[in-house]
C-alpha cells in the first residue's frame, strides 16, 4: 500500500504545520506523550534563553510571578482555587507524592481498577507492600454498556477499611471516561479520600474540579493541553495540604515564608530545574482556544467527533463492535482487535505498521477477551482520511495473514 501523505481534509488548511510533526508519519497517538505547537515551544525557548542571560535574575526574581500567573491561568480553567494547585512535572509524580506522603497499617484497604495505568498501580503496590495495607481491586467489565456499571463494580468493593481510592478519570488502555463526579459524591458521602489520575482530562473534557470535590487530583498538561514535555499538576483539597510533601525535600521545608502554604512552598522549588515548562501552559491554553472561533468547547467536540467516527471507520473494516457508548469516550478510542489477531505479537504489528506504512498507533494487550486493543486518538491537527488509511492498511494487512496460513 503507498502512502499518500497528509492532503488530508483539515479544518484549518495546513494546521499541522504549526506542530513540529514528522510530516511522513500519520501520527494518531496523541494520547501516550501529546505533543506541542511550535509556538509554545517558541514561547520556552525565549524563555530559556532569558533564564541562560542572567541565571541568577532568573530564579532570583523572574520565574516566580510567572509560574504563579500559569498556575492562575491554568486553575480558572480547570475550576480550581490557585492556592489549592501545585505544578508537578507528570501525573505519575502527582500520584507518587500523594501515595508516599500518606501512612497506612494493616488494617486499611486501598482500592482501584483493573483499568489502572501500570505506573500508578505499582505505585500503589509499592505503599501497600510498605504499609502491609491490603490492595482491593474493583474489576470493571470490558466492553460495558454504561457508567453505571463502574459504578456499581467500584462502590460494591469498598468496605468499612477502606481508606483511599485510586481511579483514572481517563483509562490509558481502555480509553474510557469513568464517572468520576458521580463516584466522588458516592465515596465522599461514605467518607473515602480519592486520588483521581486524570492524566488524560485537561484539555480532553470540560473539568471543575471543585465541582468534583476529590481529595486529591494530578492532571497531565504536556497532553491535551499541549504544554511543553514535563508540565503536569497536584490538586489538593485545602485540609490535606499539610500532609502531602513532594518526592524531593527542599528549601520550602522550613521556609519562614507566610505569603504562600508551604504546600506550595515545598513543591514550587524541589531543586534547580528547568520550570519553563510549566510557564508555558497559561499559553498552550491561550494558544489552542485560539484555534477555533468556538474556542476549546468547539475544538473538544470536534476531537470527539473525530474520534468517533474514526472508530467507526475502524469497527466496520475490523468487523469489530465498538466496546462502548461515545459519551463514555473523548478524544480517544479503543477498537477491540478481532479473535484471529488475538495470538499475534502485539508489539510486531505496532511495528509492521509504524516501519512499513508509517501509522504511529499504539496496541496492547488486555487482560481478558478482546486480548489485544487498539488506541487511536484524535487532535485537532488529524484528519478522517488518516483513520480510513489506518482501516486500508489493516485490512490488507489481515487478508495477507489469512492467505498465509
Ligand atoms: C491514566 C494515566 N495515568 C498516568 C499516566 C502517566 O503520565 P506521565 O507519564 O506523564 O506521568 C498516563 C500516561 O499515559 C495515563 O494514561
Known amino acids: 500500500m503507498k502512502y499518500e501523505g497528509h492532503n488530508f481534509r483539515l479544518p484549518i488548511p495546513n494546521i499541522r504545520e504549526l506542530w513540529s510533526l514528522d510530516p511522513n508519519i500519520t501520527?494518531?497517538?496523541?494520547?501516550?506523550?501529546?505533543?506541542?505547537?511550535?509556538?509554545?515551544?517558541?514561547?520556552?525557548?525565549?524563555?530559556?534563553?532569558?533564564?541562560?542571560?542572567?541565571p541568577v535574575r532568573f530564579f532570583i526574581r523572574e520565574w516566580e510571578p510567572l509560574i504563579n500567573e500559569s498556575r492562575n491561568q491554568l486553575a480558572h480553567f480547570i475550576g480550581a482555587d490557585e492556592r489549592d494547585l501545585v505544578f508537578v512535572p507528570n501525573a505519575t509524580t502527582g500520584v507518587n507524592a500523594?501515595?508516599?506522603?500518606?501512612?497506612?497499617?494493616?488494617?486499611?484497604?486501598?482500592?482501584?481498577?483493573?483499568?489502572?495505568?501500570?505506573?500508578?498501580?505499582?505505585a500503589l503496590d509499592f505503599v501497600v507492600s510498605r504499609s502491609d495495607a491490603r490492595l482491593v481491586v474493583a474489576k470493571i467489565p470490558f466492553p460495558l454498556e454504561s457508567p453505571q456499571q463502574v459504578i456499581a463494580a467500584v462502590l460494591e468493593r469498598v468496605s468499612a477499611k477502606t481508606k483511599l481510592v485510586l481511579l483514572d478519570h481517563i483509562t490509558s488502555q481502555t480509553g474510557l471516561i469513568l464517572p468520576i463526579p458521580e463516584l466522588v459524591r458516592e465515596l465522599n458521602l461514605r467518607g473515602v479520600d480519592t486520588l483521581i489520575d486524570g492524566s488524560h482530562a485537561?484539555?480532553?473534557?470540560?473539568?471543575?474540579?471543585?465541582?468534583?470535590?476529590?481529595?486529591y487530583y494530578t492532571g497531565n498538561c504536556h497532553k491535551w493541553l499541549c504544554a511543553p514535555k514535563g508540565a503536569a499538576f497536584l490538586y489538593v483539597v485545602r485540609d490535606k495540604q499539610s500532609e502531602i510533601r513532594p518526592l524531593t525535600i527542599s528549601h520550602?521545608?522550613?521556609?519562614?515564608?507566610?505569603?504562600?502554604?508551604?504546600?506550595?512552598?515545598?513543591?514550587?522549588?524541589?531543586?534547580?530545574?528547568?520550570?519553563?515548562?510549566?510557564?508555558?501552559?497559561?499559553?498552550?491554553?491561550?494558544?489552542?482556544?485560539?484555534?477555533?472561533?468556538?474556542?476549546?468547547?468547539?475544538?473538544?467536540?470536534?476531537?470527539?467527533?473525530?474520534?468517533?467516527?474514526?472508530?467507526?471507520?475502524?469497527?466496520?473494516?475490523?468487523?469489530?463492535l465498538p466496546p462502548?457508548?461515545?459519551?463514555?469516550?473523548?478524544?480517544?478510542?479503543?477498537?477491540?482487535?478481532?479473535?484471529?489477531?488475538?495470538?499475534?505479537?502485539?508489539?510486531?504489528?505496532?511495528?509492521?505498521?509504524?516501519?512499513?506504512?508509517?501509522?504511529e498507533v499504539p496496541l496492547t494487550p488486555w487482560q481478558e477477551k478482546p486480548k489485544l486493543l487498539m488506541r487511536i486518538s484524535a487532535q485537532i491537527y488529524n484528519s478522517i482520511e488518516e483513520y480510513?488509511?489506518?482501516?486500508?492498511?489493516?485490512?490488507?494487512?489481515?487478508?495477507?495473514?489469512?492467505r498465509q496460513r
Not at 343 to 349: G, K, P, R, T, V
Open 27 to 54: 501520527f494518531l497517538n496523541h494520547g501516550s506523550f501529546g505533543a506541542c505547537p511550535q509556538a509554545v515551544l517558541s514561547m520556552q525557548q525565549q524563555l530559556r534563553s532569558k533564564l541562560e542571560a542572567e
Open 98 to 122: 500523594v501515595l508516599r506522603s500518606l501512612h497506612f497499617s494493616p488494617d486499611d484497604e486501598l482500592l482501584t481498577t483493573n483499568h489502572e495505568y501500570n505506573a500508578c498501580r505499582n
Open 202 to 215: 485537561p484539555g480532553m473534557i470540560p473539568l471543575n474540579l471543585q465541582e468534583i470535590g476529590a481529595t
Open 252 to 320: 520550602g521545608a522550613n521556609s519562614p515564608r507566610t505569603d504562600k502554604s508551604s504546600f506550595q512552598l515545598e513543591f514550587d522549588w524541589m531543586g534547580t530545574d528547568d520550570p519553563t515548562a510549566y510557564i508555558c501552559v497559561a499559553e498552550a491554553i491561550k494558544f489552542m482556544s485560539s484555534l477555533l472561533s468556538g474556542g476549546w468547547d468547539e475544538l473538544r467536540q470536534r476531537n470527539h467527533e473525530l474520534v468517533c467516527q474514526g472508530r467507526e471507520v475502524l469497527c466496520d473494516a475490523l468487523k469489530v
Open 324 to 359: 462502548c457508548p461515545e459519551n463514555m469516550i473523548g478524544s480517544m478510542a479503543v477498537i477491540p482487535m478481532p479473535e484471529s489477531w488475538e495470538n499475534l505479537d502485539f508489539a510486531s504489528i505496532h511495528d509492521q505498521l509504524f516501519d512499513h506504512f508509517a501509522i
Open 388 to 402: 480510513k488509511y489506518l482501516a486500508e492498511v489493516l485490512t490488507s494487512v489481515r487478508g495477507e495473514k489469512e
